[in-house]
């Protein structure tokens, strides 16, 4: 399967940045395989716990990988491209939603980033449009700050 920038560029149009959502959709997951393996090493450890600590951490391990797969299902679904035209971003597979706004056509791009995601680089980017357009936001997407200069240094 291709991209979805792939199937739509224009004749003449490049892609100038490509980013996805950030790995921070995998946290969930991660979490639940650390208490699926912390449950199974201590079920190993303290033989009596087996008995409640296995079936357990096969119960998280089935979440775990639900998690694991939303995740990468997400990522693996979302696109966000800058192009020397436009801003495309799409999201979902089967229920495709789809933004584009031309590069002429935008007022601003704003960025929101908390502790964690400066310190992971990821954070939600609105782009204002000109006009009564009212902003498309872009969440946890990974390195938020360099798809703004890929935005504005047209």
Same mark, same amino acid.
């Given at each position: ?15 100038? +940045?490509?980013?996805? &959502? /950030? ?10 395989? !650390?208490?699926?393996?912390?449950? &199974?090493? &201590?079920?190993?450890?303290? @033989? ?14 089935? !979440?775990?990988? +639900? ?20 801003? !495309? /971003? ?6 495709? /939603? ?17 502790? @964690?995601?400066?310190?992971?680089? +990821? ?20 390195? @938020? ?8 240094? /047209?």
């Amino acid at each position: 399967m291709g991209r979805y920038i792939d199937e739509i560029l224009q004749p003449g149009e490049k892609v100038l +940045y490509s980013t996805n &959502a /950030h790995w921070i959709f995998y946290l969930p997951a991660i979490l639940a395989w !650390v208490v699926v393996l912390a449950l &199974a090493a &201590a079920s190993v450890a303290v @033989p009596p716990m087996a008995v409640l600590g296995l079936p357990a951490a096969a119960v998280i391990a089935v !979440v775990a990988l +639900y998690f694991t797969i939303k995740g990468w299902f997400h990522r693996f679904t979302t696109e966000t491209d800058v192009t020397d035209r436009r801003v !495309v /971003h799409k999201t979902g597979f089967i229920n495709r /939603h789809t933004f584009e706004i031309a590069l002429d056509k935008i007022a601003s791009v704003e960025v929101d980033q908390s502790i @964690p995601g400066r310190l992971l680089n +990821y954070g939600n980017v609105s782009i204002v449009g000109m006009g009564e357009v009212p902003p498309q936001v872009i969440k946890t997407i990974a390195s @938020p700050l360099a798809f703004r200069s890929a935005i504005t240094a /047209h």
